[in-house]
């Protein structure tokens, strides 16, 4: 199949409306709960989605509304002629009615058709839903990966008079391999209201839900959470379409959440302990997200995505392992921990591929103050002090030092967490500390929320804004033109890799192109 083949077939997806995929319900329980000699036939409830793919295959993901086994079948085309059937697992109440099945042994660097049905204990089977997806190619081949995050923040969730958060259907149609999800998946902390008047005097108006009518604390509301931005068909199309790599940042949880701290006591919540609320949500996160812990290096989240000779993708977890949010200037600090932080320096150090993508959910440089605190406290690495790293800027000079003695090329770091996007040259010469060789870090979002004026860098590792698209007013509302994803083109020819900062009508705003690195 040629690459123009592909893209038609994945535009006639998108334009089709899949059964179930339109109409799923917002909050469909699983449930145990049903006549006891006729039971209705399972439904898929929020579409399907593919995460973490292989040379041979992905993650499939589903969540049934009833007790359910998960099966899918692959073929090379939609007919589905000769397809491979992979039976997945039970689908219960215990993790809130979703799951996921690896399907593999496919053909490497092709297009893969796949359908989702649900077995119910009586034999009874759903309607289908099909997506399509691409297995890693084993040799050099062009690659489209986009990277954004940031979803229903600040009080704007699915507009119906918009057609909801259509910016999914922009970044679909481009026919984008894989995207990285860089955190924000929900904003647990954030309820919705029906309607929200805007200081100019526009409405802007909400789907709401149960779930999202108030903060997140317990576990059903965590999940529901998740479940409310699924019932926006263009985000349930895009999962159905390409592959996601997934991380974590602070709204899965609370607002700058760290380990050990409490939120504060104005917000409201009967549950305070920050601890607690993480494990509430990281259960309904990995539930929920296209997603297996036990594929990870810990066991939780961060990993290493190869995909091809071309492209390793390093998703990082930059708030389990990071330490209170203070004053962040001590002699040492953590924004990985240090088990991650070897990970990282070894992983790089072997990386065979031409591009090595760092997938950080905070910024290296912005700094990002805690504002929930009384006294003066960092969110991310950055501490403002511009001057030799302390505090968690400690690790982040261990890993940058650890690239440039270990020759390690081709280094380009992405993230969201900021609500604008932006284009961070990184060198030396303009640097408090200068053992590193200069670099790229690319900021995109948000995907639906508020957008925000810019952050100030921190010159310690000698940061400059070569490209800024931001409001010039703060929490600025998805009607107007400050939401954002980015897309990295990789050239199989040339090798060359350029990055692309888009808005949510697909307009590039700014690119970069960068030569490979010398072999």
């Not at 691409?134 to 969730?157: E, F, H, K, M, N």
Request: glycine share 10%; charged share 20%.
């Amino acid at each position: 199949m040629t690459g123009s083949d592909f893209a038609i077939s994945r535009r006639t997806l998108l334009r089709t409306s899949a059964l179930g995929l339109v109409a799923a319900p917002a909050l469909a329980a699983c449930s145990n709960d049903g006549p006891a000699l006729v039971r209705t036939r399972p439904k898929l409830t929020h579409g399907v989605a593919v995460g973490d793919p292989r040379t041979d295959g992905a993650l499939i993901w589903a969540r049934s509304d009833q007790p359910a086994k998960l099966i899918v079948e692959t073929a090379a085309t939609e007919s589905f002629t000769d397809a491979k059937r992979f039976t997945g697992p039970l689908l219960t109440p215990d993790a809130d009615g979703t799951g996921r099945v690896r399907v593999n042994g496919l053909p490497a660097g092709q297009q893969v058709h796949y359908r989702v049905t649900l077995e119910g204990e009586d034999g009874a089977t759903s309607e289908p839903i099909t997506g399509i997806f691409r297995t890693v190619p084993t040799g050099a081949a062009d690659i489209r990966l986009q990277w954004s995050g940031d979803v229903v923040g600040q009080g704007y969730g699915i507009n119906p008079e918009l057609g909801g958060m259509k910016i999914f259907s922009a970044m679909a149609v481009r026919d984008p391999h894989l995207f990285i999800h860089s955190g924000d998946s929900i904003y647990a902390d954030v309820p919705l209201q029906e309607s929200v008047t805007l200081p100019d005097g526009r409405m802007w108006r909400n789907i709401v839900s149960e779930a999202k009518s108030a903060v997140a604390q317990t576990l059903e509301q965590f999940r529901g959470n998740y479940a409310y931005n699924l019932t926006d068909q263009n985000y349930r199309r895009f999962n159905s379409a390409v592959a996601q790599v997934v991380q974590w940042d602070d709204h899965e949880t609370v607002n700058n959440w760290y380990h050990g701290g409490l939120v504060a006591e104005t917000k409201g919540y009967t549950e305070r302990s920050m601890d607690t609320l993480a494990t509430r949500s990281w259960q309904a996160f990995h539930e929920w997200m296209p997603l297996e812990p036990k594929e990870a290096v810990d066991g939780r989240l961060y990993r290493k995505i190869s995909y091809g000779p071309l492209l390793d993708i390093f998703v990082l977890d930059m708030r389990t392992y990071k330490d209170t949010n203070d004053i962040n200037n001590g002699p040492n600090g953590r924004i990985f921990g240090p088990e991650q932080t070897k990970w990282l320096i070894e992983g790089l150090r072997e990386a065979k591929a031409t591009w090595k993508i760092i997938a950080n959910d905070l910024p290296l440089g912005l700094v990002v103050k805690d504002g929930e605190q009384k006294v003066m406290a960092y969110e991310g690495p950055a501490n403002s002090d511009n001057g030799a790293p302390s505090g968690r800027e400690t690790e982040i000079a261990q890993v940058l030092s650890a690239i440039k003695a270990n020759k390690v090329g081709g280094v380009v770091w992405l993230t969201a967490d900021v609500h604008y996007t932006a284009a961070h040259h990184y060198a030396p010469e303009r640097a408090a500390f200068t053992d590193f060789d200069e670099f790229w870090e690319f900021v995109s979002g948000p995907l639906n929320a508020g957008a925000f004026g810019p952050n100030p860098l921190d010159g310690t590792f000698g940061p400059e804004a070569v490209f800024v698209h931001a409001p010039d007013v703060q929490n600025a509302s998805p009607l107007d033109s400050y939401q954002h994803f980015g897309e990295v083109l990789i050239d199989g020819k040339s090798r060359e890799l350029t990055v692309n900062l888009c808005d949510a009508t697909g307009s590039v705003l700014f690119s970069q192109r960068l030569a490979p690195p010398v072999r």
